[in-house]
C-alpha cells in the first residue's frame, strides 16, 4: 500500500529523466559532468563556486508578477530546509549585490498552454548567479535547476560556477494520475505537482471517470457524482485550488472523462444513457466492463453537451480527454434498437459505430 500511496511522484520522476535534453548525444555528453534531472541543453561548469550562506538573497530585474514572486518564496523555503539556514524573505532590492538575480522579461500566458516559452539561462559566478527568461514559467523552470546545483562539502554549502541553457525538447510532458480508480487526497495531488515541477513535467493529466468512480462535482447533473463514487468526489472548488496551484508551478491540467465505454459510474446515477436496461452498481475490482453510452440517441448527445460545456467553464486548458478505449460494444450487439439503427445508417459494425459516436 506505501508503494501505491507514492507510485505517482515515483513514475513522474523515472519518467522525467530526458524530456528535457535537446538531443541523446548532448544527454550522454553532460551525464557525467552533473545530477540534473532532466538534463539541460547545455552546460558548462567552470572553475570555481557560489558560496550559499545565510547573507543569501534573490533580486528581481524586469518584469514581475505574482506567480513569479510566489515560485521565488518557495525556493527560498526549500534553500532553507536543505541548508537549515535562516534566510532573507521576499526579494531584495538591489541586484548588484544579490546572490541570485532572477530577470524576466514578462508573465507568459495567462492560461498555461502547449506552447509556453519555457527556455531559461543560468549563469553561476563566484560571486552572483544570474537567472533570465523570457517568462514567468520559464524563471519557475531555472529556479528547479539552481536547486538542484546546491550542493555541500567541509566548506559549507554551494552552488557550481556552471553557464546553462536550457529549453524543453517536448513541449507536452505530462504525468497521468488516475483518480477514479484510486482516489487521492488533495495533499497528495499537491504533493505530486511539485514534484512535478522539481522534475519540469508540465500537464497534470487528472483522469477522473471510470467504472469505479465518477470523482468530479457536477452542478448541471449532481446524481453523476452523489451516486457514481462513494463520497469521494472533488468539489468544483477543489478543482480549481488544483488548477491554480498547479498554474503557480507552471503545469497545465487537463482532465478526463472516459466514454462511452468504461460509464458505470456515469449510469449508476443516469440508467437511462446506457445501452442496456439498469439499475447499475459502481465497479470494485479492475477490469474491462460492459456498460456503455447508447450512441443511437439524442438525448445522450444533449446530455454530453450540457456535462462538456459545465467542465469547459471550469477547465480553462484547451484540451480534454475523452478515453475512447477499450469499449467491446457487448451492449450494442444485444440491442436490437441499437441494431435497427446501425442497419438504417449503414454502419458496418461497433468501431465504426464508436466513431459515429
Known amino acids: 500500500m506505501r508503494t501505491r500511496k507514492y507510485l505517482p511522484l515515483i513514475l513522474s520522476l ?3 529523466g530526458s524530456v528535457y535534453a535537446q538531443s541523446e548525444a548532448a544527454a550522454k555528453t553532460s551525464a557525467t559532468q552533473h545530477n540534473l534531472m532532466p538534463v539541460p541543453l547545455s ?3 567552470n572553475a570555481g563556486r557560489l558560496p550559499i550562506g ?4 534573490v533580486a528581481v530585474k524586469g518584469a514581475a508578477d505574482p506567480r513569479l514572486q510566489a515560485g521565488i518564496d518557495r525556493a527560498l523555503r526549500r534553500i532553507e530546509g536543505r541548508t537549515v539556514m535562516e534566510l532573507a524573505r521576499g526579494v531584495a532590492a538591489n541586484t548588484a549585490t544579490a546572490t541570485l538575480v532572477v530577470e524576466s522579461r514578462g508573465p507568459g500566458k495567462a492560461v498555461p498552454s502547449v506552447d509556453e516559452d519555457e527556455s531559461y539561462t543560468l549563469e553561476v559566478g563566484s560571486t552572483q548567479a544570474v537567472l533570465k527568461a523570457p517568462t514567468t514559467v520559464g524563471v ?3 529556479l528547479e535547476t539552481f536547486l538542484q546545483l546546491l550542493d555541500s562539502d567541509r566548506d559549507g554549502y554551494f552552488v557550481p560556477a556552471v553557464q546553462i541553457q536550457d529549453r524543453p525538447r517536448f513541449p507536452w510532458r505530462g504525468l497521468l494520475i488516475d483518480v477514479a480508480r484510486h482516489f487521492q487526497p488533495m495533499e497528495v495531488l499537491k504533493r505530486n505537482l511539485d514534484g512535478m515541477a522539481a522534475v519540469k513535467l508540465n500537464v497534470f493529466h487528472w483522469h477522473l471517470t471510470e467504472d469505479q468512480g465518477f470523482r468530479i ?3 448541471k447533473f449532481p446524481r453523476l457524482h452523489q451516486l457514481g463514487s462513494d463520497g469521494n468526489f472533488y468539489t468544483q472548488d477543489q478543482v480549481r485550488e488544483i488548477i491554480a ?5 507552471g503545469i497545465r491540467v487537463v482532465p478526463e472523462f472516459d466514454l462511452p465505454g468504461h460509464a458505470t459510474s456515469w449510469l449508476v446515477g443516469h440508467p437511462e444513457l446506457g445501452s442496456a436496461p439498469g439499475p447499475y452498481t459502481i465497479e470494485r475490482k479492475p477490469g474491462i466492463f460492459e456498460p456503455t453510452l ?3 440517441r439524442e438525448e445522450v448527445y444533449k446530455f454530453l453537451d450540457t456535462f462538456f460545456g459545465e467542465m469547459a467553464a471550469l477547465f480553462p486548458d484547451a484540451y480534454m480527454h475523452i478515453g475512447g478505449d477499450e469499449n467491446e460494444g457487448k451492449q450494442w450487439d444485444r440491442n436490437p434498437q441499437i441494431q435497427a439503427f446501425m442497419k438504417a445508417k449503414g454502419i458496418k459494425d461497433n468501431h465504426a459505430l464508436q466513431t459515429y459516436f
Do not use: M, V, W
Not at 54 to 57: G, L, R
Not at 245 to 249: E, F, H, I, S, T
Open 217 to 219: 462535482e457536477s452542478k
Open 14 to 16: 523515472f519518467c522525467a
Open 54 to 57: 545565510k547573507s543569501f538573497t
Open 140 to 142: 519557475l523552470r531555472g
Open 245 to 249: 496551484y498547479a498554474r503557480d508551478r
Open 294 to 296: 447508447d450512441p443511437t
Open 43 to 45: 552546460a558548462r561548469f
